[in-house]
């Protein structure tokens, strides 16, 4: 079993719809969440920083934590044409030098 | 701002060549950080450094290596490449260094292709 676990997708929806990824995990060390988003041929842009379990909102994005089930969510709303990419979940357990343990992506197509 | 920059963006190599990659971080971040990203696969943490000393290390084998200068850019050196190195080689940097989340600032990559 892989440490994070994230549906590759593709993922397809049209424009203006409610986008749900989601990641799950197995290290319940784990206490940072974070999103990324990255455009084909480009590095991974931070998207969303969440740390412990519960919610937290930035403009359309929502990103949620629920560490009882070790499980990870980002909610786009009103989802646009841009929002195409992959979307990368990451984690670590803030022990100073630990790296970021990345889930595989998931692809995700707004269609207009 | 300048974010991360990384040169060179790609590159070639032949099997059991060596390649070193090189990564200039953002103003004032003083770790630098390297991951692989294979092609349909998230990256996978290689090396930390903070201060020119190696705080992390992912699994990756002893080809692997880096150093940080006193400028706090960093080279990644890959020795006695094997057809699976080929990749996006990526350098992020960060201000946090001790317990935290270690917020990365991902640079656009080196993509390596060994044949």
């Known amino acids: 079993q892989k440490e994070v676990e994230q549906d590759p997708g593709p993922l397809s929806v049209p424009e203006g719809a409610i986008v749900s990824l989601n990641c799950t995990y197995s290290?319940?060390?784990?206490?940072?969440f974070m999103w990324y988003r990255q455009y084909s041929r480009k590095g991974p842009e931070l998207l969303m920083y969440t740390y412990s379990s519960g919610n937290k909102e930035d403009g359309r994005f929502t990103a949620q934590v629920d560490k009882s089930s070790k499980y990870i969510s980002l909610f786009i709303r009103d989802s646009q044409p841009s929002d195409s990419a992959t979307y990368l979940c990451a984690m670590n357990t803030g022990g100073g030098a630990d790296g970021l343990t990345f889930g595989k992506g998931t692809h995700l197509i707004i269609q207009p | 701002d300048a974010g991360v920059t990384q040169s060179p963006t790609h590159l070639i190599k032949t099997r059991g060549q060596q390649v070193t990659l090189r990564c200039s971080p953002i103003s004032g971040h003083k770790s630098v950080s390297w991951y692989q990203q294979v092609l349909g696969q998230g990256p996978q943490f290689i090396f930390q450094y903070y201060e020119k000393e190696e705080r992390g290390r992912g699994n990756f084998p002893d080809r692997f290596s880096a150093r940080q200068f006193p400028n706090y850019s960093s080279e990644l050196n890959v020795n006695a490449l094997l057809l699976g190195d080929s990749a996006l080689y990526l350098c992020?940097?960060?201000?946090?260094?001790?317990?935290?989340?270690?917020?990365?600032?991902f640079g656009a990559g080196s993509r390596l292709t060994v044949l």
């Open positions: 992020a940097s960060s201000l946090l260094t001790s317990s935290g989340a270690n917020v990365l600032t």
């Open positions: 290290n319940s060390a784990f206490q940072y």
